[in-house]
T-cell receptor, first 114, second 112 residues
Framework: NAGVTQTPKFQVLKTGQSMTLQCAQDMNHEYMSWYRQDPGMGLRLIHYSVGAGITDQGEVPNGYNVSRSTTEDFPLRLLLAAPSQTSVYFC?????????????FGPGTRLLVL | TQLLEQSPQFLSIQEGENLTVYCNSSSVFSSLQWYRQEPGEGPVLLVTVVTGGEVKKLKRLTFQFGDARKDSSLHITAAQPGDTGLYLCAGPNSGGYQKVTFGIGTKLQVIP
C-alpha cells in the first residue's frame, strides 16, 4: 500500500492565483482530512470528510474548498491564494470505528504564496 | 475548541538522558494520541490512550493518561539521537471524533 499520497510536494503561487492540492489514499478509509501546520500554531483542521459526498468545515476553513467524489481522493482547492495561506498542508485518513483508530498522514505540501 | 498545551516547547538533551514532556488541558478528553513528526514528513502515530490512569509502553517510551483525562505525559528513558523530532499530542474535540485538536508540540533534540 502507498498509504496517503500528496502532490505536489512544493508549490509557489502568486497572490490571487488558484490551485488544487491533491490527496489520495489506498486504504479504503472513510475519513479524510486536511490540516495546515504553521510555526507556533500547530496543526489546524481545515476541512474533513466522513465519506464520499460528505464534507464539513474544520477550525480554519475560510479560503479553502473541498469535495469528495470518491473514497480515495480528497482534493483541497485554493480559489484566490493569499500570503496568509503560506503553510505546510497535510492530508490524513483513518477508519471511523472506535476511539483508537490510527490516523495516517501524507508527507505534506509546502506552499508559498507571494 | 478544547486546547492542548504542551511543555516544554523545546528540549535539547544529551544521549542517554531521561526526559518527560507534558500535554495539558482544562477540558476532559475521551482519548489522547501522541505523534512524532520528523522534519519534512507528516506526523506518525505512536500511541492512543483512552482510559484515565492508563499507562502504555512502547520500548523506551512510556505514555500516561491522567486520572481525570485532562492531561498526559510522555517519558523517554535513555534518549537516543533517533528520538529527535517534534512530539505532538492530539485529542478529539467535544464536538465528536471527526474534529481533532493538536497541541503545538515539543521539539526534542538528542545530541550524540
Amino acid at each position: 500500500n502507498a498509504g496517503v499520497t500528496q502532490t505536489p510536494k512544493f508549490q509557489v503561487l502568486k497572490t490571487g492565483q488558484s490551485m488544487t492540492l491533491q490527496c489520495a489514499q489506498d486504504m479504503n478509509h472513510e475519513y479524510m482530512s486536511w490540516y495546515r501546520q504553521d510555526p507556533g500554531m500547530g496543526l489546524r483542521l481545515i476541512h474533513y470528510s466522513v465519506g464520499a459526498g460528505i464534507t464539513d468545515q474544520g477550525e480554519v476553513p475560510n479560503g479553502y474548498n473541498v469535495s469528495r467524489s470518491t473514497t480515495e481522493d480528497f482534493p483541497l482547492r485554493l480559489l484566490l491564494a493569499a500570503p496568509s495561506q503560506t503553510s505546510v498542508y497535510f492530508c490524513a485518513s483513518k477508519r471511523t470505528s472506535g476511539r483508537e483508530e490510527t490516523q495516517y498522514f501524507g508527507p505534506g505540501t509546502r506552499l508559498l504564496v507571494l | 475548541t478544547q486546547l492542548l498545551e504542551q511543555s516544554p516547547q523545546f528540549l535539547s538533551i544529551q544521549e542517554g538522558e531521561n526526559l518527560t514532556v507534558y500535554c495539558n488541558s482544562s477540558s476532559v478528553f475521551s482519548s489522547l494520541q501522541w505523534y512524532r513528526q520528523e522534519p519534512g514528513e507528516g506526523p506518525v502515530l505512536l500511541v492512543t490512550v483512552v482510559t484515565g490512569g492508563e499507562v502504555k509502553k512502547l520500548k523506551r517510551l512510556t505514555f500516561q493518561f491522567g486520572d481525570a483525562r485532562k492531561d498526559s505525559s510522555l517519558h523517554i528513558t535513555a534518549a537516543q539521537p533517533g528520538d529527535t523530532g517534534l512530539y505532538l499530542c492530539a485529542g478529539p474535540n467535544s464536538g465528536g471524533y471527526q474534529k481533532v485538536t493538536f497541541g503545538i508540540g515539543t521539539k526534542l533534540q538528542v545530541i550524540p
